[in-house]
């Protein structure tokens, strides 16, 4: 009895090793599905709660088996995440992470991490989505990629091509990331003088600027479009919105962000896309929620 108990001890600790090794890239592969990290770390909860109650002896690879655990379950969530998307009050931005110490999040490449990209990736279908960030960010072959969302690999294929087509026809010519921080900065100098002028410089034809509140009282409802109109509203609130506190700088999702005091010991997450043409986008974060998670996703280690 006591020599079982043991043999059981073992295993279960044999399989929480396995499982904390593989837990980087289960949550970017998962996290790149959803574009929240709250969300991706519930689906890991599940895949932890699979992995012990699996006859492990069975699994021949546990990193093939828990990825494709893990993006069948994102898959899951992504369908159902429209509908409540849908109903979201004010602009939805992906869930920001701090990659100050995991510049990829467990991916073999930096793909599909950037806040804009993610948006981007919205615009595919769940299995289109699956099947390009397990190329793309973790260049898993194809016929593992076949078997994870039972099709063919020939499917597997035109599938990763047409979200390719997809997203290569609206994104933008991509910056350093010297540069991003540098009109990052220029921006917040402009921001917090209200100069109009210097702001609108800044911007490239079609800017937007969107605040995700989830519906909090002060977050704006609705995107702005526009250079004029963007660089009234961010020069408006420049006599009341910027406190006498210094910003800080921190890392979102692999580009440079900042964290801007405001009242009651809150504050709002500010960061931009941008290419060659100017900033192309400012996206305000003010959702308590989604700031928590930021500030959770500094100790994603753990099980």
């Known amino acids: ?17 396995a499982f904390v090794e593989l837990r980087p890239r289960l949550f970017g592969i998962a996290y790149r599905m959803l574009g929240s990290a709250t969300e991706a770390e519930d689906i890991l909860q599940e895949v932890w709660m699979r992995w012990q109650n699996t006859d492990r002896s069975v699994v021949e690879n546990p990193s093939a088996f828990l990825a494709l655990i893990t993006t069948r379950l994102a898959i899951n969530v992504a369908q159902s995440a429209r509908s409540r998307r849908e109903a979201y009050i004010g602009p ?31 615009r595919l ?27 063919s690999t020939v499917n597997a294929r035109q599938l990763v091509s ?19 921080r540098r009109l990052l900065k220029v921006f917040l100098e402009a921001a917090q003088t209200g100069d109009i002028a210097a702001l609108e410089d800044l911007f490239a034809a079609d800017v937007v600027s969107s605040s995700d509140g989830g ?11 526009g250079g004029h109109r963007v660089a009234k509203f961010v020069a408006a609130y420049a006599p009341r919105y910027w406190p006498s506190g ?34 192309h986008h400012v996206m305000w974060i003010v959702n308590p929620d989604k700031l928590g998670a930021f500030e959770r996703s500094r100790s994603r280690g753990s099980i």
Not at 7 to 17: H, P, R, V, Y
């Open 92 to 122: 939805w931005l992906p869930e920001p992470v701090d990659t100050s110490l995991d510049p990829a999040v467990g991916a073999e490449r930096g793909e599909a991490l950037e806040l804009a990209f993610l948006l981007l990736l919205e």
């Open 162 to 180: 047409r979200a390719r087509k997809h997203l290569g026809a609206v994104r933008r010519e991509p910056i350093d990331k010297i540069e991003h």
């Open 125 to 151: 279908t769940p299995t289109e989505r699956a099947a390009y960030v397990l190329r793309e960010a973790f260049v898993y072959p194809y016929p593992q990629i076949a078997e994870i969302l039972r099709i």
């Open 215 to 225: 519906g909090i009282r002060g977050a704006a409802r609705f995107p702005l479009l």
């Open 246 to 279: 210094d910003v800080r700088w921190v890392d979102v999702n692999g580009r440079a962000g900042v964290l801007v005091p405001r009242a009651h010991d809150q504050v709002t997450m500010l960061t931009i896309e941008a290419s060659p043409q100017g900033i």
């Open 1 to 17: 009895m006591h020599t079982d108990s043991l043999e059981k001890a073992d295993a279960l600790e044999q399989a929480a090793s």
